[in-house]
């Protein structure tokens, strides 16, 4: 403080003072989040402690009582007796009688009621004024009677009874809007008014000041941690303004404790609990994650909830505050349906490829997908293909795919019903089963293998545009049931629906063999001159590319059906922007490139085609 030009002593008293105005003034908050200050407040919160304000506010209330009482007096004041007339003559001369007979009949004629007038003349008296007056008076000219006509006016018309007051009604109300304007510029550089944020969790209770939390207050509970994360929302959306609002007033109550909100919960009112308080109910298991939605009946601002929930519970707790969105999703077609104990959603870009002709059509491929350049070269290859007329494609072959395990007291037990399945009459039990399980699932085959007194089975369905998964599953449950009870196999036990002879996500060469899901083979052909212009290659290249990589390295590698570049790539791109499993990728893979060079026979020699692509590939 000394080297900024303060003494040590200044300083104390500053700091003294400042204490002093600390404990006493303290502004009461009214509801609507304002102060309610006192009249001392007016005038500055430290006029207590401050003698120079005393004396000022003194002096301003004496002025304030004298200049009333002076107003009020006015009407009851005597008038006061005027008279003005000019001397006929020269104070310096002995007046005559004729001087005196005027200034007596002047006397009467303004003063009628007088009975008798007795005039008397004095000597004059002489007065000589210094030398320095004439000299200042000789000195102000025009200016000074100027100036002393202005003053001789002001006074008069100041001297008005009511413009007086009028004057110092102006005057306090000048100085108390000044003091009040000084005094608001203070605080406001010193300490400014504003509300601080209050957090929901640490809202006192009035019956118990170290009350934060339901469960600190009950000690059966560790103690939660604040949020950190601002509450985000649309400026632009009233409805959002409004929700906003009404989160902002919950914020402010008291965290009440576990038995109040339960009984509130209990009371079918669960729109009356502040976040707050739902998160501690959540984070002591009073409410069940997985259950917030049934319970809050608020998809969204269960989300939040559950965030929040397993945020302070983890170790990192970056969950709550995380970029991860959940605003404006609609969590009725998930509920129940494709996912649980939501948390929010991932927005992925969605581009399109195309149009790529298929089969004499042009269609636009959609592909979800965060791998640059993956829809760039498909586009490419679109081009390229298109100028040969487009794909071609056949389905070899569509059958999805269950293959339970089930188990028998011996190995010979097991070989019986594997025959019974591969009888004719045993395959019409098992499809009437299954076939009356769904009107779209229809059981084409089945094959069957053994390990012991095991026996695998494995179901091959059409069904339909779905993918299938669960219809075929209900279908191979109530087919073995029909065959433990009117097949006679009651002693056979069901190990696994699914016993990996589907094969399901899994690289498998039955898959390969048998084919699981579609089975497609597509053929393109791209001219010479589009090889060279378009994939920047030669066809003599590509061959002996694809022929190097796609074959001889895949055999290498002992890769099962994976003789091509990446399949997988753009399919599973596809799955995701229409909404299919992404795992499948693992049979979409299963593809074999072949290229061939094609010739053209003309009159006059034999011309280069270009490329005969062909893929035979097995997809969901």
């Known amino acids: 403080m000394q080297e900024e030009g303060i003494s040590y002593r200044t300083a104390e008293s500053i700091a003294a003072a400042n204490d002093r105005a600390d404990k006493t003034w303290k502004p009461d908050f009214d509801s609507t989040g304002g102060t309610s200050a006192t009249f001392l407040n007016f005038f500055g919160p430290k006029i207590r402690d401050s003698t120079v304000t005393r004396f000022k506010l003194f002096m301003v209330s004496s002025f304030v009582l004298l200049n009333l009482l002076n107003l009020c007096?006015?009407?009851?004041?005597?008038?006061?007796?005027?008279?003005?007339?000019?001397?006929?003559?020269?104070?310096?001369?002995?007046?005559?009688?004729?001087?005196?007979?005027?200034?007596?009949?002047?006397?009467?004629?303004?003063?009628?009621?007088?009975?008798?007038?007795?005039?008397?003349?004095?000597?004059?008296?002489?007065?000589?004024?210094?030398?320095?007056?004439?000299?200042?008076?000789?000195?102000?000219?025009?200016?000074?009677?100027?100036?002393?006509?202005?003053?001789?006016?002001?006074?008069?018309?100041?001297?008005?009874?009511?413009?007086?007051?009028?004057?110092?009604?102006?005057?306090?109300?000048?100085?108390?809007?000044?003091?009040?304007?000084?005094?608001?510029?203070?605080?406001?550089?010193?300490?400014?008014?504003?509300?601080?944020?209050?957090?929901?969790?640490?809202?006192?209770?009035?019956?118990?000041?170290?009350?934060?939390?339901?469960?600190?207050?009950?000690?059966?509970?560790?103690?939660?941690?604040?949020?950190?994360?601002?509450?985000?929302?649309?400026?632009?959306?009233?409805?959002?303004?409004?929700?906003?609002?009404?989160?902002?007033?919950?914020?402010?109550?008291?965290?009440?404790?576990?038995?109040?909100?339960?009984?509130?919960?209990?009371?079918?009112?669960?729109?009356?609990?502040?976040?707050?308080?739902?998160?501690?109910?959540?984070?002591?298991?009073?409410?069940?994650?997985?259950?917030?939605?049934?319970?809050?009946?608020?998809?969204?601002?269960?989300?939040?909830?559950?965030?929040?929930?397993?945020?302070?519970?983890?170790?990192?707790?970056?969950?709550?505050?995380?970029?991860?969105?959940?605003?404006?999703?609609?969590?009725?077609?998930?509920?129940?349906?494709?996912?649980?104990?939501?948390?929010?959603?991932?927005?992925?870009?969605?581009?399109?490829?195309?149009?790529?002709?298929?089969?004499?059509?042009?269609?636009?491929?959609?592909?979800?997908?965060?791998?640059?350049?993956?829809?760039?070269?498909?586009?490419?290859?679109?081009?390229?293909?298109?100028?040969?007329?487009?794909?071609?494609?056949?389905?070899?072959?569509?059958?999805?795919?269950?293959?339970?395990?089930?188990?028998?007291?011996?190995?010979?037990?097991?070989?019986?019903?594997?025959?019974w399945l591969d009888s004719e009459e045993g395959f019409k039990v098992v499809k009437k089963a299954f076939d009356s399980t769904s009107r779209f699932a229809r059981l084409q085959s089945l094959k069957t293998n053994m390990a012991g007194n095991r026996l695998f089975i494995r179901f091959a369905a059409f069904t339909g545009d779905g993918m299938g998964m669960n219809m075929i599953s209900k279908g191979v449950e109530y087919a073995l049931s029909v065959m433990s009870n009117e097949g006679g196999f009651g002693d056979m036990q069901i190990v696994s629906l699914s016993g990996n002879f589907c094969t399901d996500k899994k690289p498998a060469a039955v898959n390969w063999i048998e084919g699981r899901g579609k089975t497609v083979v597509a053929e393109a052909f791209v001219p010479a001159n589009v090889v060279r212009s378009v994939l920047k290659s030669s066809v003599d290249e590509m061959i002996q590319l694809n022929t190097e990589k796609n074959l001889i390295g895949s055999a290498i590698a002992g890769s099962i059906g994976g003789n091509n570049a990446h399949a997988a790539n753009l399919v599973t791109a596809v799955f995701i922007a229409t909404g299919q499993d992404p795992a499948q990728n693992v049979e979409s893979s299963s593809c074999m490139t072949l290229i061939d060079k094609r010739y053209i026979h003309t009159s006059t020699n034999i011309a280069n085609l270009g490329l005969e692509l062909m893929e035979i590939s097995i997809s969901q």
């Open 73 to 419: 007096t006015l009407p009851f004041r005597p008038r006061q007796l005027s008279a003005t007339w000019t001397y006929p003559f020269n104070l310096t001369e002995q007046p005559s009688e004729a001087t005196l007979s005027l200034i007596t009949s002047t006397l009467s004629s303004h003063y009628p009621n007088l009975q008798s007038i007795t005039l008397s003349v004095l000597p004059p008296v002489f007065f000589r004024t210094s030398a320095l007056s004439v000299e200042q008076h000789s000195l102000l000219g025009y200016s000074s009677k100027w100036l002393s006509g202005f003053l001789e006016g002001w006074t008069r018309r100041v001297g008005d009874p009511v413009i007086s007051k009028w004057i110092v009604i102006v005057l306090c109300v000048s100085m108390g809007l000044n003091a009040w304007l000084l005094n608001a510029a203070r605080h406001g550089a010193m300490q400014p008014m504003q509300l601080p944020a209050v957090k929901p969790n640490q809202v006192k209770s009035p019956e118990n000041p170290t009350e934060g939390h339901p469960g600190q207050q009950n000690g059966d509970a560790k103690a939660i941690p604040p949020i950190t994360s601002p509450f985000t929302l649309d400026e632009s959306e009233s409805d959002d303004e409004a929700k906003h609002l009404t989160e902002l007033k919950k914020s402010t109550r008291r965290v009440r404790s576990v038995s109040e909100c339960m009984e509130i919960l209990s009371a079918g009112r669960p729109q009356d609990l502040v976040d707050e308080e739902v998160i501690s109910l959540a984070i002591q298991k009073k409410i069940p994650l997985y259950a917030l939605e049934k319970t809050l009946k608020d998809l969204e601002r269960a989300v939040k909830i559950r965030r929040a929930a397993i945020s302070r519970e983890s170790v990192t707790m970056t969950l709550e505050t995380s970029g991860l969105p959940y605003k404006r999703y609609d969590y009725g077609r998930v509920m129940g349906a494709c996912c649980e104990n939501v948390i929010g959603y991932v927005p992925v870009p969605v581009g399109i490829a195309g149009p790529c002709i298929i089969d004499g059509e042009e269609f636009y491929l959609p592909m979800a997908t965060t791998e640059g350049c993956l829809v760039a070269s498909t586009m490419r290859g679109a081009k390229a293909v298109n100028v040969g007329g487009g794909i071609s494609t056949a389905l070899l072959h569509d059958a999805m795919t269950r293959g339970p395990c089930v188990r028998f007291p011996t190995a010979m037990r097991a070989a019986v019903a594997k025959k």
